[in-house]
């Protein structure tokens, strides 16, 4: 079910809502924590209900190995305890990794596996080292299959559920925060159905026809998928926050404007914040953490590792391969210039530079094949056809000059350097009548686009 669906915006998530506060105020909770789980296999069984198998088998799993570790917590003698426990944490990654790969690069690719898989892993990884302790199965099903977020994230981590769920004041709803959610989501929902659809079709187009492009075609549509995955993500993610809000459960963040970075290191804390986080703290540190001595060689040699990782867990194609590998070469080129005190760049030649090479990173990872990420490289400078539009249109998916698809575009790239991103202006919300045209502005924009358009999948749903 997409979040960009009449279905979804005025029918399941309206009722989920009403259900759920209505069994919060006569069940003290319990209930109302069932009516979330059942909604979330519903909506993640809704396209491909054979899935749900996947999802569920996933879960108990997870939830049994996650048991067990606990149950040793006090059975002697303590070192046999700790191998056993070491040996449960191997066999629940093993059977995460095994099952992520083989539907991944194997069997057709279910929804949101990668999603549930990372966020079991980092629970298992917290409950072998006591962050958390095992969790009830109900607490288990919210983290992983809480339909927010079970198909695109953002990653979850137990704590930051659990202690909500444990909370009755979860249970509520003021009318501020039901004004705030719902001012959020609208501006993810215009982000995605007005401006990131907008932009795929200027995208798809260059890439359509990627070895004759002219330059203008290749950089205008390259960039038009850096902006389009930007505006399709936070849009989803944006949703996703303001739709949990409903039910009072608070998520994290999962963008803050990251093209205004001015380094790659500055884009990773500001970019799909909770796998960058994951990376840290499940890649990196454990990569780190294996050599007995640490020197910036081993540590920028852990860097790359854990963006390539990174990359293929995006996909086994070589081209996800090269976007994780360029990620982490610019990475140790930012370490190494500041181990080496090289002076920093003006602000605004940091940003270009940083920019320019965040486009060419997301042409590997927009490519159906390396080749064709050459062509449109290649593209990038071709003096030979400097202007020329030729290749649009002659493209099946050719686009006119029209003001539907001329404003959001213009609109997208100037919210790019607004001083407030969607989150910040969520987070001082007022219920002011300004807010209030703008949400509404945003709303019925969105709906207008969604009448005329046929809806299209989020980008990371494919991951």
Known sequence: MLFNSYGF???????????????ARSTQGKMAFDWLIGLSFVFYSWENPENFP???????????????????????????????????LFLGIAFNLLLLGYYKYFSQLPLGISFFTLTQVMYLVDCYQGVVPPATFREHALLAA?????????????????????????????????????????IGLCKKTVIADSFSRLADAGHASTASLSMMEAWVSSAAFTMQIYY??????????????LFGIRIPINFNSPYQARSIVDFWMRWHI?????????????????????????AMFATFAAMMIAGIWHGSSLNFMIFGALHGL????????????????????????????????????????VPHAWEMIASLVNTQAPFSNESWHRSSLYITSRLDLLIPIIMGV???????????????????WKNLLLATTAMLTSLVYMNTNVPKEFLYFNF
């Open 330 to 369: 610019g990475l140790i080129v930012n370490q190494l210039r500041k181990k080496n005190k090289k002076p920093r760049l003006p602000a605004w030649l940091a940003w270009f530079v940083t920019i320019l090479y965040i486009n060419l990173a997301f042409i590997f990872f927009r490519a159906d094949t």
């Open 274 to 298: 909770s796998l960058s986080n994951f990376i840290t703290t499940y890649l990196y540190t454990p990569i780190i953490r294996s050599f007995r001595k640490i020197t910036f060689a081993k």
């Open 146 to 186: 809480f339909f927010p977020t079970v198909s695109m994230g953002p990653l979850l981590r137990a704590r930051e559920m659990t202690r909500q769920l444990d909370n009755p004041a979860t249970l509520g709803l003021n009318a501020r925060h039901l004004a705030q959610a719902l001012f959020l989501f609208s």
């Open 54 to 88: 996947i999802l569920l088998g996933s879960l108990l799993a997870n939830h049994a190995i996650a048991r067990a570790m606990g149950a040793d917590d006090a059975t002697p003698p303590a070192v046999r305890t700790k191998h056993r426990r070491g040996f449960l």
């Open 9 to 23: 915006i005025f029918l399941f998530l309206p009722l989920s809502v009403l259900g759920f506060h209505l069994l």
């Open 232 to 245: 399709d993500f936070s849009g989803y993610s944006d949703m996703a926050v303001a739709t949990a809000l």
């Open 414 to 432: 100037l919210m790019i350097f607004h001083k407030k991103n969607s989150n910040q202006l969520s987070m001082e919300f007022m219920p002011t």
